[in-house]
């Protein structure tokens, strides 16, 4: 089956850096997504990752891993507005999203 | 560009009547459009996808009859919900992408903002 494991909450203090880890098990691999979601809002796009290696865009910066099937997404310089559900999803072979539980990431001052 | 709308935002109906939820893509076409629901605290759940003029395919355990799927044009995607009961109340979100080969960010799924449904 296709799976995608990410921890469910996470804790940081504003400031500072922290890193969600997220693991897949899918059939076929065509990339991989990070998503923040607001509570009661929509997922808004934030990266998109292809190819093995780190992409930086602004505060945010995105790991992919595709031999050890793992990505994490780096938040540098937290700020409160950070705070929100973070969503990993891989498109498979068949251009399908397979969406993670998402992190729901609490940012303290 | 790439935007979304979906209509209405908030609807709030009583138990047993339909309600169709409106999802368009504004400055693109989009060749396949996806509905999700999302309950609280959770994930988002794929409901079907529909591929401009055929049938939506459906996830499994999501009933094809009470969650009508038209996708009559390149820009407008329709999901009626009928007989809504109260467990249907969800947030509903829709998405769409414009071809079959996400290779490129331009390719990627665009979300509409959502429609909350409450059904007493």
């Known amino acids: 089956g296709q799976n995608i494991d990410q921890p469910t909450e996470m804790t940081a203090t504003e400031g500072a850096i922290v890193q969600i880890n997220c693991t897949y098990q899918t059939s076929g691999f065509n990339g991989l997504f990070w998503y923040q979601q607001h509570a009661g809002e929509a997922p808004t796009f934030l990266s998109y990752n292809v190819l093995d290696g780190l992409e930086e865009k602004g505060r945010f910066s995105s790991f992919l891993s595709r031999s050890k099937g793992y990505s994490y997404l780096l938040l540098k310089e937290l700020q409160m507005k950070d705070s929100a559900s973070y969503l990993c999803a891989v498109l498979d072979s068949n251009y399908q999203l397979i969406w993670g539980a998402g992190t729901k990431l609490i940012i303290k001052p | 560009g790439a935007v979304v709308s979906q209509h209405p935002s908030r609807v709030i109906c009583k138990s047993g009547t339909s309600v169709k939820i409106e999802c368009r893509s504004l400055d693109f076409q989009a060749t396949t459009m996806f509905w999700y629901r999302q309950f609280p605290k959770k994930s988002l759940m794929l409901m079907a996808t529909?591929?401009?003029?055929?049938?939506?395919?459906?996830e499994q355990g999501v009933e094809k009859d009470k969650f009508l799927i038209n996708h009559a044009s390149l820009t407008l995607s329709t999901l009626t919900v009928t007989s809504a009961h109260p467990e249907d109340s969800s947030f509903y979100i829709c998405?769409?992408?414009?071809?079959?080969?996400?290779?490129?960010?331009?390719?990627?799924?665009?979300f509409g903002p959502g429609t909350r449904l409450l059904v007493l």
């Open positions: 998405s769409a992408r414009t071809s079959g080969r996400a290779v490129t960010l331009q390719e990627t799924q665009y």
């Open positions: 529909s591929n401009e003029g055929s049938k939506a395919t459906y």
